[in-house]
Structure formats: structure tokens, C-alpha cells
């Protein structure tokens, strides 16, 4: 069984997020307990598990992503991943249809080489800043948002970008904080750089202290920028070590997330469900 590390949001190898991915065959998913296993022994952020759908129906893949501790309800970077190995080999051309627990996700190739995402918008509730976030970060929120139900973030506005870069969180005290974890987030200090906001995520909760690139966040990124820019569309830099672009164009209900990805191992799985 051939399993792939792809890094997911940028053009180059060693940066963006990593993600495995995992091609299975069209009998379903193998035991929930074998998939975690395999996602704890590749230790990203994410694996995605895929197997192929009858021709016919509403999508052409099925699709599951696990952290090293649990299953998430909906990933970015390794559905960009899984998107990317299936054009790479072949297996799919212009478009794919994913069905996963939002629902079905579209990926299309562009032009260009990138692949732009197709996943709900995250609704925004405003909510007062939860006791104890502002020493859990080290900062003071401007302002905090819910998002809905698939993301489950803290979206938490800062003042400034330079802030944003210099958090050192206390991982511990942020995970009891939200239903996943918590999105900070700034404008750009010069849209010059070819980013408009800045962003970092944090998700201790579900075993990963800070992700280097978390392409869902910005299904809640994408309107709460849009609407005080007044752009639809807009470029986000994750500022992880990493580092990584995700470009959003908000269509109401749905959000294009734009990337490109780098296949950097291709290896065997030397063990079977």
C-alpha cells in the first residue's frame, strides 16, 4: 500500500503542512482503530485515508483525515494533498468530488498548477473573550468569533501582525478554551508582501500544539476579512515556522481555498488493515 508525504500550500518542498496520504482500494474504510494507528505512526498533523466511489453518484472519492490522537471533521491542507496525488497519478484530471462529513468538497486544478478547494463558509458569531485567553496567549484579543460547527475555532483578532509572529502560547491553557482549537489572526502590516492578513493556529486539544498551515480556518478566515477589506478575494500567510499562502475568494455560502502542493516521499505502507 503506497503512502505519500506532501507538503500542502506551497511551491517548494520543507515548507507549508505536510499532510499523509493514503490511496485505499474501493472496498470502504478499513477499522477506525487501524486508521489511527497509521495517522499516530506518521505523526503530522493530518493523515487522509481515500478510497474511490462507484461512478455515478454525487462524488468520486470518500475521505477521512486523523491527527495523531483523533479523527477531525474537516481538513484543508490534506484534502489539498490527497487532491494533489490523485492529478499527480493520474487518477483524476480536472476536478474531484470528495465526500467527507461537511459534505461534498470539490477540488479543480487550475491552469497554473495550483488547486483550488471548494468547502463551506464558516459562519461568525461574535462572543465575549473567554476567562484566561489573553494570558493563555500572551495578548489581548481585539475581538472573538465562534465559527461553525465543521471548524469548531476560536477565530481571535489581534491588534497587529507583529503580534501575531511573536505569541508564545501556554499549549496547556488554550486547549480547554474551544471545541478545536484557536485561530489568531491580523492584517497584514504591508500588503506589499503579497498577503493581505496574517494568521497562526493553535490546536493542543486534538494533539497539535501549532499547525503550520490550516487551510479549514480559513472557510472563517476568508468572510471575516472579506468583510471588513470589502474584497472577496484575498491571500493569507500562516505564520508558522513553515510558513504557507492559502488564496480565499468568498462565494457566499462556499469559499475557494487556493494552493499548490509538493509530493516529497512516496514510500510503501508496510503493514495492511
Same mark, same amino acid.
Given at each position: ?5 506532501? #507538503?500542502?500550500?506551497? #511551491? ?16 470502504? &474504510?478499513?477499522? #477506525?482503530?487501524?486508521?489511527?494507528? %497509521? ?16 461512478? +455515478? ?8 483525515? &486523523?491527527?495523531?490522537?483523533?479523527? @477531525? ?36 486544478? !487550475?491552469? #497554473? ?24 496567549? +500572551?495578548?489581548?484579543?481585539?475581538? %472573538? ?10 477565530? %481571535? ?13 501556554? &499549549? ?29 493556529? &493553535?490546536?493542543? +486539544? @486534538? ?22 477589506? +470589502? !474584497? ?29 502542493? @509538493? ?11
Amino acid at each position: 500500500m503506497r503512502i505519500r508525504i506532501v #507538503d500542502a500550500f506551497t #511551491d517548494r518542498p520543507f515548507a507549508g503542512n505536510p499532510a499523509g496520504v493514503v490511496l485505499l482500494d474501493s472496498g470502504g &474504510f478499513p477499522d #477506525d482503530s487501524w486508521l489511527q494507528r %497509521v495517522a499516530a505512526e506518521v505523526n503530522l498533523s493530518e493523515t487522509a485515508f481515500a478510497h474511490p466511489l462507484p461512478p +455515478g453518484g454525487d462524488a468520486d472519492w470518500a475521505l477521512r483525515w &486523523f491527527t495523531p490522537v483523533t479523527e @477531525v471533521s474537516m481538513c484543508g491542507h490534506a484534502t489539498l494533498a490527497t487532491a494533489h496525488v490523485l492529478r499527480s497519478t493520474g487518477q483524476a484530471a480536472g476536478a474531484v468530488r470528495f465526500a467527507a462529513r461537511p459534505g461534498i468538497l470539490g477540488a479543480t486544478a !487550475r491552469e #497554473d498548477g495550483s488547486l483550488s478547494l471548494d468547502f463551506p463558509t464558516s459562519t461568525l458569531t461574535p462572543v465575549a473573550a473567554p476567562p484566561g485567553i489573553a494570558e493563555a496567549l +500572551g495578548a489581548e484579543p481585539v475581538s %472573538v468569533h465562534d465559527t461553525s460547527e465543521h471548524v469548531g475555532d476560536l477565530l %481571535v483578532e489581534l491588534t497587529d501582525e507583529r503580534t501575531v509572529r511573536g505569541l508564545t502560547p501556554r &499549549f496547556a491553557s488554550l486547549a480547554a478554551l474551544s471545541r478545536r482549537g484557536v485561530i489568531v489572526t491580523a492584517a497584514a502590516d504591508d500588503p506589499a508582501h503579497g498577503y493581505d492578513f496574517v494568521s497562526r493556529g &493553535f490546536f493542543p +486539544g @486534538v494533539g497539535i500544539d501549532e499547525d503550520p498551515v490550516t487551510g479549514s480556518a480559513h472557510t472563517a478566515l476568508a468572510p471575516f476579512w472579506s468583510a471588513r477589506t +470589502g !474584497r472577496g478575494e484575498l491571500t493569507g500567510l500562516q505564520a508558522s515556522a513553515r510558513t504557507g499562502l492559502v488564496h480565499t475568494s468568498l462565494r457566499g455560502e462556499r469559499t475557494l481555498l487556493t494552493g499548490r502542493a @509538493v509530493t516529497v516521499i512516496d514510500g510503501e505502507l508496510l503493514t495492511s488493515p
